[in-house]
């Protein structure tokens, strides 16, 4: 399924409130196309904005959200709620590579509540086996 053109034009908008709106359109109807999209959202100027975009990023999973998912988590003054979305990402890859960037934030985030985070999404994961690594 392709992005509609609505929701293109409403991801591109100057309007936060309707790029927002579009990326939760988005997670609730996962669309590939999408992808490199809301990649761009998660650089967006509005933490909200972020936010939604991680969150769809999370619901499709997809390998390419990763990277974004790590920029954010190093991002000094990033918003701890926006963070805590971009491991949600990782959460929903639980590929090898997602699982070693969870460990890396568990062990040495300067954010006690994203280390603690990192730590309950780990314990989760331990339960399911790794996949292979994404291309």
Do not use: W, Y
């Amino acid at each position: 399924m392709a992005v509609d053109e609505a929701t293109l034009a409403d991801l591109t908008s100057p309007d936060r409130h309707r790029r927002k709106r579009a990326a939760e359109r988005l997670a609730s109807k996962p669309c590939a196309d999408a992808v490199p999209l809301l990649i761009g959202l998660v650089a967006d100027g509005h933490e909200d904005v972020r936010s939604s975009a991680l969150v769809a990023l999370a619901r499709l999973p997809d390998p390419r959200g990763r990277d974004a998912a790590l920029d954010v988590l190093a991002r000094d003054g990033e918003d701890e709620f926006v963070q805590r979305k971009a491991l949600f990402v990782l959460e929903a890859l639980a590929d090898d590579l997602s699982r070693q960037s969870l460990r890396e934030t568990a062990a040495a985030s300067p954010n006690s509540m994203l280390r603690h985070e990192a730590e309950l999404i780990l314990t989760r994961l331990d339960d399911m086996p790794p996949s292979s690594p994404a291309s």
